[in-house]
């Protein structure tokens, strides 16, 4: 048999009484306001500190504690933490500076394999080299103190946030002219509606490295009522890679395109005879196009002057392929014929893209450009 508590029990005024109820039920009070509300109130009823404890999952060392703080100073007393005065800090801010400068190099510059910081790794950095450093204070921290002085700031040596470094000086006039042109081609296309244009524009472009992919067991059809999807075995074989080089008419949507086995120049070469084969002998092919070896070689070069008056070239600045609304044609076939595509050798590949292709010229859709705020009121 248990013996009988020597603590005195806990007298509330109405007014404690009311405190308690409330807090010991509140969502939106500090935890531990909370939790303390719930013993006062559980030993104020005749529980045991025993199996007060137990019911709120703690020791009874520590439900002890604020019972007699309570019995001692009051219920507001054992509910709020006494004020103390904090220590010191022992971490100068000289030693702060100092993890925040070794934090913003990369650990390499010490000898480490790691091209980016980690909270341990920077931590165990820290504790090694502090006291030579002369930085005492520094000598135990642990993860948590690098954590806290980083956030203080805040730094993030272990993340990396990409940029794009501008490498063309002329970046800003080359990206005016392409939105000049584009604009000239919604012109165009506004008010001569079905007329041919004596200058027509194209986007032109590649997208390499296409791979022919085929499955080394047969796809399984869905079965309605048994398999909601086509079933795919994960082993696969390749079958090489291919280049689909294509040209955009900006203003009636149609694509001329080809697929190599590579992209050279005798390949973009094959490109603008097509195009110089579909249009019109009077008038101008305009291209909007990047500055890819293969657009500007020696053997380009040489064909385009066989070929005087024919093609004008509008470059997209170096960093700036984006500009070029032939992107929006790989994102369409991307989405549809070239998605999860799988094939029985290179050739199939090829002769479904150019399926793919047809597809597209029977239902074309003219892509447009629709942002001209950098033009300006120009």
């Not at 000289?94 to 390499?108: D, F, G, Q």
């Amino acid at each position: 048999m248990a013996g009988k508590s020597k603590r005195s029990r806990l007298a509330l005024t109405p007014e404690e009484r009311e405190q308690l109820l409330q807090l010991r039920d509140s969502q939106t009070a500090p935890w531990r306001e909370v939790q303390r509300a719930r013993i006062l109130w559980r030993y104020h009823s005749g529980e045991s500190i025993a199996e007060i404890a137990r019911a709120v999952k703690m020791t009874r060392t520590s439900v002890g504690k604020w019972i007699a703080k309570a019995l001692a100073m009051g219920v507001a007393a054992a509910l709020k933490d006494a004020y103390h005065r904090p220590r010191a800090p022992v971490i100068t801010d000289e030693a702060k500076a100092w993890v925040v400068h070794v934090a913003c190099s990369k650990p390499k510059e010490f000898g480490y394999a790691a091209e980016l910081w980690t909270r341990k790794a920077l931590a165990k950095n820290v504790r090694e080299h502090a006291r030579e450093s002369g930085h005492p204070s520094l000598a135990r921290a642990v993860k948590a103190t690098v954590q806290r002085i980083l956030a203080a700031q805040p730094l993030h040596p272990e993340k990396v946030r990409y940029y794009l470094e501008r490498r063309d000086l002329d970046f800003e006039a080359k990206m005016r002219e392409i939105l000049l042109v584009y604009r000239e081609v919604a012109l165009q296309n506004h008010n001569h509606g079905g007329l041919a244009p004596v200058m027509v524009t194209v986007s032109v472009d590649e997208k390499p490295g296409l791979q022919a992919i085929a499955n080394t067991a047969p796809d399984l059809p869905p079965v309605a009522g048994k398999y909601a999807t086509t079933a795919r075995d994960h082993a696969y074989k390749r079958l090489g890679t291919c280049s689909i080089l294509a040209a955009l008419d900006l203003h009636d949507g149609h694509v001329i395109g080809r697929v190599e086995r590579r992209h050279r120049s005798r390949e973009f070469i094959a490109l603008l005879k097509d195009l110089d084969g579909y249009y019109p002998a009077d008038c101008t092919i305009r291209l909007v196009l990047d500055n890819h070896s293969a657009h500007i070689s020696q053997e380009t070069r040489s064909y385009l002057a066989t070929r005087p008056n024919r093609f004008k070239y509008v470059l997209t600045p170096t960093p700036g392929s984006w500009l070029n609304i032939v992107e929006t044609l790989f994102g369409k076939m991307a989405r549809t014929f070239l998605r999860r595509i799988r094939v029985q050798s290179w050739e199939e590949l090829r002769d479904r893209i150019l399926k793919g292709i047809e597809e597209i010229n029977a239902d074309p859709v003219i892509h447009r450009w629709k942002k001209f705020e950098a033009l300006g009121t120009e």
